[in-house]
């Protein structure tokens, strides 16, 4: 497939990837429908199979659910160079689109989650901010031990594995009642577990 995109065409691309970065509610893969519907029905910018390839490719690679978006803008950018047979000029439309769609999905939803941690912290007395945060807590706990339930209990019976459920509790218990960092918690269970103990 081969198509002309012009700087109005790489600067729309990167606005409508911006505007789909702040819907992105459940990650960028909720999205993927108004991907298609614009680089493939409307601008005809990739073929479906591309689009789907894509998609495909992303899902099976290790790595963040995001890298789809990256392999659509290396699409968008081979075909408006011509294909991979333009050699360097493909190579460098390719990281365009790359660079393009990647800043698009990317920096609304990082500069909003950033600017709305900030003003939480810096308004953390507000009696709406507590409420939210101490709304959340629970809902953060239940998540993490379900997590956790999930991760112990795939090892097998308490009977079998008691360590395993003893570091389990324990760093839970750590984490509740005292301020320990968990990169501390996960090495020592890592050490652990090199040893052969759980």
Known sequence: ???????????????HFMSLSLLAVGG?????????RYLVVEQHWLTDSQFTAS???AQVSPGPNVLFVALLGWNVGLNAAGGLGAGVVAW??????????MLGIMIPS??????????????????AVRAFKQGMAPIVIAL???????????????QEHWPLWLVTVGAAVL????????????????????????
Request: with cysteine; charged share 10%.
């Open 1 to 15: 497939m081969s198509l002309t995109l012009t700087a109005a065409d790489w600067l729309t691309l990167w606005v």
């Open 28 to 36: 960028a893969i909720t999205t993927a429908p108004d991907m298609h």
């Open 55 to 57: 998609i495909a490719l």
């Open 92 to 101: 460098s439309y390719g990281l365009l689109g790359v660079l393009l769609c």
């Open 110 to 127: 990082t500069t909003l989650t950033f600017a709305a941690a900030r003003w939480g912290h810096r308004n953390r007395e507000l009696r």
């Open 144 to 158: 993490l031990v379900a997590t956790g339930w999930i991760l112990a209990s795939s090892q097998g019976s308490v």
């Open 175 to 198: 984490v509740w009642k005292t301020k320990l960092h968990l990169l501390v918690l996960l090495g020592a269970g890592g050490l652990l577990g090199w040893m052969g103990w759980v």
